[in-house]
T-cell receptor, first 112, second 117 residues
Framework: QKEVEQDPGPLSVPEGAIVSLNCTYS??????FMWYRQYSRKGPELLMY????GNKEDGRFTAQVDKSSKYISLFIRDSQPSDSATYLC????????????FGRGTSLIVHP | GAVVSQHPSWVICKSGTSVKIECRSL??????MFWYRQFPKQSLMLMAT?????????EQGVEKDKFLINHASLTLSTLTVTSAHPEDSSFYIC?????????????FGPGTRLTVT
């Protein structure tokens, strides 16, 4: 079992839909959770990060962490064609290690 | 802020030659930089962790004599692919940590696409 599992998709939705992207993990030591957006042939761009459990909202994006279920989510409201990209979750443990473990990414397609 | 650049953005080289890729943090000092490679539709594979002024730490299975990493300053790390072969063709991405009390954020460069013919 991989430490971080993420469905690669693709996930295709119409413009304006609410998108839910998810990752599960097995390492209970993970405390920092991040979501990256990667456009084709570009480097990943940090979207959001959260520490421990709870929700965090930034504009149309909401990140949720449920440590009891080892499950994290990224919600995108009012999705736009410009949101079409690959979304990677990443997580790291405490103890001074900044090296995250990445999911393989979910490809999102928002069609007009 | 927190901009990381890479150069070149793409490179084609012949088998047996060496290629150097530069990674720079433009507006912050990065004590730690990371090098990843990414195959199509695959996630990022960490190759090595590079700390300024010390030897890089390579992940298991990554040949340190083939992938030479130099972290000469707090804003520059280089990856040299020596004696490149077609199987080294990949997308190479660097990242740097913006140390803000341990939140583990990494900021990525735009990547370098290497094609070995």
């Amino acid at each position: 079992q991989k430490e971080v599992e993420q469905d690669p998709g693709p996930l295709s939705v119409p413009e304006g839909a609410i998108v839910s992207l998810n990752c599960t993990y097995s390492n209970s030591a993970f405390q920092y959770f991040m979501w990256y957006r990667q456009y084709s042939r570009k480097g990943p761009e940090l979207l959001m990060y959260t520490y421990s459990s709870g929700n965090k909202e930034d504009g149309r994006f909401t990140a949720q962490v449920d440590k009891s279920s080892k499950y994290i989510s990224l919600f995108i409201r009012d999705s736009q064609p410009s949101d079409s990209a690959t979304y990677l979750c990443a997580m790291s443990a405490t103890g001074g290690s900044y090296i995250p473990t990445f999911g393989r990414g979910t490809s999102l397609i928002v069609h007009p | 802020g927190a901009v990381v650049s890479q150069h070149p953005s793409w490179v084609i080289c012949k088998s047996g030659t060496s290629v150097k890729i530069e990674c720079r943090s433009l507006d912050f000092q990065a004590t730690t930089m990371f090098w990843y490679r990414q195959f199509p539709k695959q996630s990022l594979m960490l190759m090595a962790t590079s700390n300024e002024g010390s030897k890089a730490t390579y992940e298991q299975g990554v040949e340190k004599d083939k992938f030479l990493i130099n972290h000469a300053s707090l804003t520059l790390s280089t990856l040299t692919v020596t004696s490149a072969h077609p199987e080294d063709s990949s997308f190479y991405i660097c990242s740097a940590t913006l140390t803000t009390g341990g939140l583990g954020e990494q900021y990525f460069g735009p990547g370098t696409r290497l094609t070995v013919t």
